[in-house]
């Protein structure tokens, strides 16, 4: 009993040792790569570069006041359409108290100048009258008052324009009156009835009371890469895509490329400008920002793989060809045009050739296990 009970535990020590052998060989023994492949199609091939950039209008001006004062009354509003000469606002005079009191003065001394003239001539008038005096010295009385009348106009006029900015005689020409100078619509009015406001002169850029845009000539301002800028030229068609217009492109010519480049980000960039069609009664907003799709090079119904299928040894390039199931071997092609995701095969392909990828795994079968087993060649 003792002697068979030894017996059955040393058979399933064997048989416990051999399956443990055997489950660690099975699960070592590595299972066959099997590849996926691919066929040459047909397609076309767009090179293409995209440009980001926004659309705004070609022309767009900013109103400033020609005099410094207070906003006192606003009549546009952001949206608003305004013609060549329609009033924008109206700005209220503050005059400086040095310039007002020297405006005064002046008045004053060009009054009592117009007093005594008035006097010495009506003096002069009546010896010439008497024929006590000639011609000529009695004009020269008149001239001398009629110059200083004439200088007291003037600086009544100078002490208006201090107090008022204007003449009463200029009506509507008034400074304090600001105009719109173009036919648009009103973009923006960054000032506000109260606000104080600088006049536009050589030395001060003048503050902003509104901008005006032309909103029926539109176009695309971007920058391009250096390492495209030299593919591109004027009259080049562009797509436009704009982010807050889904579903919809927009055809551009381009008209401009700057000839100089600034540096942004390490990189060198080149501003571009191109036309949008507008379709007839279509609004874009200013200032959305939007993308150009420009084509370099094209090509209609060619024979094409992806790019990702070829590989580089030197300055060959080769795809591997599937001669028979599972066993590929290395084809030396000539491409063309490439999009970055297909490329054009020139030679080296047939239509009905099957292209291993590489790194890329399809499931294994019974088949396939015993079909790589046996002719399995990997490069």
Known sequence: ????????????????????????????????????????????????????????????????PQVSGIIEKIYVEPGDKVKNG???????????????????????????????AQTVFDRQKQLFQKELITLSEYQQYELQLKNTKEELDAAKNNLQLVKEGALQQSGASSN?????????????????????????????????????????????EGKVDE??????????????????????????????????????????????????????????????SANADIVLEHKDKIMAIEESLLQFSGDSIFVEVETKPQRFEKTLVKTGLSDGINIEILSGLKMNDKIKIAETYGVVTEEDEKNASNSHKKY
């Open 1 to 64: 009993m003792k002697k068979t009970l030894i017996i059955i535990l040393l058979i399933f020590s064997a048989i416990a040792v051999c399956w443990t052998f055997y489950f660690l060989y099975a699960k070592s023994k590595e299972k066959p790569i099997v590849y996926k492949t691919s066929s040459p199609f047909i397609t076309d091939i767009v090179k293409k570069t995209v440009a980001s950039g926004s659309i705004v209008p070609r022309k767009e001006i900013e109103i400033k």
């Open 86 to 116: 329609d009033v924008i606002a109206y700005v209220k005079i503050i005059p400086n108290m040095v310039n007002l009191n020297n405006a005064e003065s002046r008045v004053n001394l060009a009054d009592i100048a117009v007093s005594n």
């Open 176 to 220: 304090t009156i600001i105009h719109s100078t173009i036919s648009g619509m009103v973009l923006d009015v960054p000032v506000k009835e109260g606000n104080s406001v600088i006049e536009s002169n050589t030395f001060n850029d003048g503050t902003t009371i509104a901008k005006v845009a032309d909103m029926g000539e539109m176009i695309f």
């Open 227 to 288: 390492s495209e800028v030299g593919k591109l030229k004027e009259g080049m068609d562009l797509l436009i895509t704009i982010g807050a217009i889904e579903n919809e492109t927009f055809h551009a010519k381009l008209e401009y490329i700057a000839p100089k480049g600034v540096e942004e980000n390490g990189a060198i960039q080149f501003q571009i400008k191109a036309v949008v069609e507008l379709r007839d009664n279509q609004f874009i907003r200013a200032g959305y």
